[in-house]
């Protein structure tokens, strides 16, 4: 028996799949249902706020102590940008488990870095965009809009935050040479949990963002 | 087929690098149609778009956003090539989820309208 069929018979379920996969999308599918429960908070309580800071239009909001016209708070463009980014990473992350599984340790650190990369970016630019809107007068308890927006990206974030050191660590495990052909399901199912990051983000986006 | 081969057979069978990039590339193009439709639902493009896209920009971000979130699960996550087993555990989920929001979105402005009168 060659190491790698070894290695797939130690964790075979009688269902013929792998044990960690078959959980990593239970905990997927869990995942999905907690960030409906957020998603669908924020869209009731869209349109509810009684002072601004408001997403889309200019609205009264008291700032440094009294009330005055705040403007939109939302940047598109740069969200767009992030999203762009997210997505992209996306592609490197499968682009680094075709250099694993192909035994390519070359393309699996250099897809694998990018992918790190792009996921600190969006870190930054979801810091960024947080800091920015404190500034412009919404604080996690100002409005309803500003409540359940910072709770559901907020979630988000820290799912990309948890995404990126797991791949950060398998970057370092790549790098030692410690992810041969036969180990690449490790990086498959970190990727797996990566993509799931990002399709929520692509329910995000236009919810959150684009729908006035 | 024993087991070891079914669970290598899956790690075989996944696209091609050409493949991946050109689901990158409609994911790019389907982002960007995305901002163009709120661009032109908001007047950003003109009032004559804005009277085309105001009223189904809604529509057509929610259908733009189903359709970027169906390939990355087909094709990244290998929902097309993997067992029916896990398509369930996220399908029924996904299934599940879309209607909690439904029901609520549904439930919270029957009281808000029922409030009013």
Redesign the interface.
């Known amino acids: 028996m060659s190491e790698a069929a070894a290695h797939a018979m130690e964790h075979t379920t009688t269902t013929g799949i792998d044990s960690r996969k078959v959980a990593i999308w239970t905990l997927i599918g869990s995942e999905c249902l907690l960030f409906a429960s957020l998603i669908s908070t924020y869209l009731v309580y869209k349109g509810k706020s009684l002072v601004g800071p408001l997403p889309h239009t200019e609205s009264q909001c008291m700032l440094h102590g009294k009330m005055q016209t705040c403007e939109q708070i939302f940047e598109i463009p740069l969200v767009t940008f992030g999203t762009a980014i997210l997505l992209f990473s996306s592609f490197f992350v499968v682009m680094a488990l075709n250099g694993a599984q192909s035994g390519n340790r070359k393309k699996l650190i250099s897809w694998l870095a990018l992918t790190v990369l792009c996921g600190l970016f969006f870190i930054g630019m979801q810091v960024y965009e947080f800091q920015h809107f404190y500034h412009k007068g919404l604080g996690y308890s100002t409005n309803l809009f500003s409540g359940t927006f910072y709770t559901l990206t907020g979630f988000h974030g820290s799912h990309v935050t948890a995404g990126v050191i797991w791949l950060s660590t398998l970057l370092v495990l790549a790098i030692k040479g410690k992810i041969p052909p036969a180990k690449a399901l490790n990086l498959e199912i970190a990727a797996l949990y990566w993509h799931f990051v990002d399709v929520v983000w692509i329910v995000i986006f236009p919810v959150v963002y684009l729908m006035r | 087929?024993d087991?070891?081969t079914?669970?290598?057979a899956?790690?075989h069978s996944?696209p091609s690098?050409a493949l991946?990039?050109k689901?990158?590339l409609i994911?790019?193009v389907l982002?960007a149609l995305?901002?163009a439709?709120?661009e032109a639902?908001?007047g950003g493009m003109g009032p004559g778009f804005q009277e085309i896209f105001g009223p189904i920009?809604?529509l057509l971000?929610?259908v733009?956003?189903a359709a970027?979130?169906a390939l990355?699960?087909m094709f990244?996550?290998h929902l097309k090539q993997d067992?029916k087993?896990?398509s369930n555990?996220?399908v029924?989920?996904?299934l599940?989820?879309?209607s909690?929001?439904g029901a609520?979105?549904v439930l919270?402005n029957y009281w808000r309208v029922v409030g009013a009168k």
């Open positions: 087929m087991a070891q079914t669970a290598h899956g790690a996944h690098p991946y990039l689901v990158a994911l790019f982002t995305e901002v439709a709120y639902g908001r920009v809604v971000l929610l733009l956003s970027k979130f990355v699960a990244y996550m067992s087993l896990l555990l996220f029924w989920p996904i599940l989820a879309a909690v929001i609520l979105i919270l």
